[in-house]
């Protein structure tokens, strides 16, 4: 007796060889030796929980209005594609993306995730998004829009199981293990999902020099058990869907410690920050 079960991302097809149908079970007689091969499509197919912040796994499952959202799955498209600078389109390689009526801009497409802007004014609560593949099913997965969901970008750092923010010195240089952050200096810290601007953001445009787009909600820094309001928080110029925030430290941390923002009392991911 043969029986099956598909695994997310394929649906079957029908046997093939000395087993026939398109029932994912049978019964082969097993008088002399047997070939039974199971011949699968595959199809797209967004995991559980699928839909989240593109910077990484954070304490808040929803999703900000004007971030970056990855959607995880597999099959998704058969190509890996990058949009280009500027401008974010709406469609790469035939795939789009929507949240009812309204294409989502961009960045990036592949098989297994796909990273989108959430538009600036989407309503929040409970959504559905839908993934249109070139020549494949529509595909389905809910999430949900909050007004605050931060989430840090990372760089990965070998051999170790926390990776370092994304942290700039005053001078544009990156914060390193090499070059530490320093008391005194305005460093500034890049994430996704700050939460509502002082005006809304162009949907799939950079962020242009003027105006200003200032988020709104106060930002803490928390560094180590210090806990620091930023100077200042925007929405990234040339950028779509980053933001940024400003601090200064005071010279009473030292050594790699952790990082993570708060906003309106939702915590981001927590990161490594080299301190000297």
Same mark, same amino acid.
């Given at each position: 007796?043969?029986?099956?079960?598909?695994?997310?991302?394929?649906?079957?097809?029908?046997?093939?060889?000395?087993?026939?149908?398109?029932?994912?079970?049978?019964?082969?007689?097993?008088?002399?030796?047997?070939?039974?091969?199971?011949?699968?499509?595959?199809?797209?197919?967004?995991?559980?929980?699928?839909?989240?912040?593109?910077?990484?796994?954070?304490?808040?499952?929803?999703?900000?209005?004007?971030?970056?959202?990855?959607?995880?799955?597999?099959?998704?498209?058969?190509?890996?594609?990058?949009?280009?600078?500027?401008?974010?389109?709406? &469609? #790469?390689? $035939?795939?789009?993306?929507?949240?009812? @009526? !309204?294409?989502? +801009?961009?960045? /990036?497409?592949? %098989?297994?995730?796909?990273?989108?802007?959430?538009?600036?004014?989407?309503?929040?609560?409970?959504?559905?998004?839908?993934?249109?593949?070139?020549?494949?099913?529509?595909?389905?997965?809910?999430?949900?829009?909050?007004?605050?969901?931060?989430?840090?970008?990372?760089?990965?750092?070998?051999?170790?199981?926390?990776?370092?923010?994304?942290?700039?010195?005053?001078?544009?240089?990156?914060?390193?293990?090499?070059?530490?952050?320093?008391?005194?200096?305005?460093? &500034? #810290?890049? $994430?996704?999902?700050?939460?509502?601007? @002082? !005006?809304?953001? +162009?949907?799939? /445009?950079?962020? %242009?020099?003027?105006?200003?787009?200032?988020?709104?909600?106060?930002?803490?820094?928390?560094?180590?058990?210090?806990?620091?309001?930023?100077?200042?928080?925007?929405?990234?110029?040339?950028?779509?869907?980053?933001?940024?925030?400003?601090?200064?430290?005071?010279?009473?941390?030292?050594?790699?410690?952790?990082?993570?923002?708060?906003?309106?009392?939702?915590?981001?991911?927590?990161?490594?920050?080299?301190?000297?």
């Amino acid at each position: 007796a043969l029986s099956l079960a598909t695994q997310p991302g394929y649906k079957f097809r029908r046997w093939d060889g000395d087993l026939s149908g398109s029932i994912p079970s049978g019964v082969v007689t097993m008088s002399v030796p047997r070939s039974v091969k199971a011949l699968f499509d595959p199809v797209p197919y967004i995991a559980p929980a699928g839909v989240m912040n593109a910077a990484g796994i954070t304490p808040q499952a929803g999703v900000a209005a004007g971030g970056i959202v990855s959607i995880f799955g597999v099959n998704l498209t058969t190509q890996t594609l990058v949009a280009p600078d500027g401008m974010l389109p709406q &469609t #790469l390689g $035939g795939l789009t993306v929507a949240v009812g @009526e !309204r294409l989502l +801009p961009l960045f /990036f497409v592949s %098989p297994g995730q796909i990273n989108a802007q959430v538009p600036d004014d989407l309503a929040t609560g409970d959504q559905v998004l839908t993934v249109s593949p070139a020549g494949a099913p529509q595909v389905r997965a809910p999430f949900t829009v909050v007004r605050n969901a931060p989430g840090l970008f990372a760089v990965p750092v070998d051999g170790q199981t926390i990776a370092n923010a994304m942290v700039m010195h005053e001078d544009g240089s990156a914060v390193t293990a090499d070059a530490p952050a320093k008391a005194g200096e305005l460093l &500034t #810290l890049y $994430g996704t999902g700050f939460g509502p601007a @002082e !005006r809304p953001r +162009p949907e799939g /445009f950079p962020i %242009p020099q003027s105006p200003s787009y200032s988020i709104v909600d106060a930002v803490t820094v928390q560094v180590g058990q210090l806990a620091i309001a930023a100077e200042t928080a925007y929405a990234v110029v040339g950028r779509c869907g980053i933001d940024a925030a400003q601090f200064r430290l005071d010279g009473s941390v030292t050594g790699t410690v952790t990082l993570r923002v708060t906003i309106n009392g939702v915590d981001s991911n927590t990161l490594q920050l080299p301190v000297q």
